[in-house]
């Protein structure tokens, strides 16, 4: 049973504007949620977080909005550019703490048009 | 800068063999992982460790070993390779068990095929 899930394998948006990634989980005991941005032949690295207690993380293009009720997160970026192309995976933590491990998603790749 | 580093970028290995992919990491992290990527199934856990020795099954690990000795070095082992263990393998590592400490830091991956 997945407990992450990115629904669209891939999203096309044009540069200059915002680019919107979503993720689901059902676990409700994922209380830290994380977003990786994976290039060609390279490992993923970390974009921004956010824990439980926040609703909205921001940092420079990036923002992250997290809604418990609706078990749902996603990453805004604004405004895209083209070395946002990539692919971008969620990532969610339990209270079992960073030693655990991490649930990914199967990611989406996001296209960037100029 | 934490870096992680992989043994290997590229590796062919035939089938039955005994295959070891290495992982270092410089920052004295206590956590280590290793993942496997493939397409449409994302980044799956296989497994993990918190300290020297210490080791613990992720979601997949079967046909897996792992091994621990020092605290900077976290070995994947596959003890008789199959086709169906053609992957990306990723390492990462974390600082250390505290709830804030959820990073990961990845390495770049080995791509191994196995024929």
């Known amino acids: 049973d997945q407990q992450v899930k990115q629904n669209s394998p891939s999203l096309s948006v044009q540069e200059g504007r915002i680019s919107i990634l979503n993720c689901d989980y059902t676990?409700?005991?994922?209380?830290?949620f994380l977003w990786y941005k994976k290039y060609p032949a390279e490992g993923p690295t970390f974009l921004i977080s956010i824990s439980s207690i926040k609703d909205k993380n921001e940092d420079g293009r990036f923002t992250v909005f997290l809604n418990k009720s609706a078990k749902h997160l996603s990453l805004h970026i604004v405004p895209s550019q083209p070395g946002d192309s990539a692919v971008y995976f969620c990532?969610?933590?339990?209270?079992?703490?960073?030693?655990?491990?991490?649930?990914f998603g199967k990611g989406t790749h996001l296209i960037i048009q100029p | 800068d934490v870096k992680v580093t992989q043994s290997s970028r590229y590796l062919v290995k035939r089938t039955g063999e005994k295959v070891f992919l290495e992982c270092v990491q410089d920052m004295d992290h206590e956590n280590m992982f290793w993942y496997r990527q493939d397409p449409g199934l994302g980044l799956r856990l296989i497994y993990f460790s918190y300290d020297v020795k210490m080791k613990e099954k992720g979601d997949i690990p079967e046909g897996y070993s792992v091994s621990r000795e020092k605290k900077e070095r976290f070995s994947l082992i596959l003890e008789s390779a199959s086709t169906n263990q053609t992957s990306m393998y990723l390492c990462a590592s974390s600082p250390t068990r505290r709830r804030l400490d959820y990073e990961q830091y990845f390495g770049p991956g080995t791509r191994l095929t196995v024929t």
């Open positions: 990532a969610a933590s339990d209270s079992g703490g960073g030693a655990d491990g991490l649930t």
């Open positions: 676990n409700s005991m994922f209380d830290y």
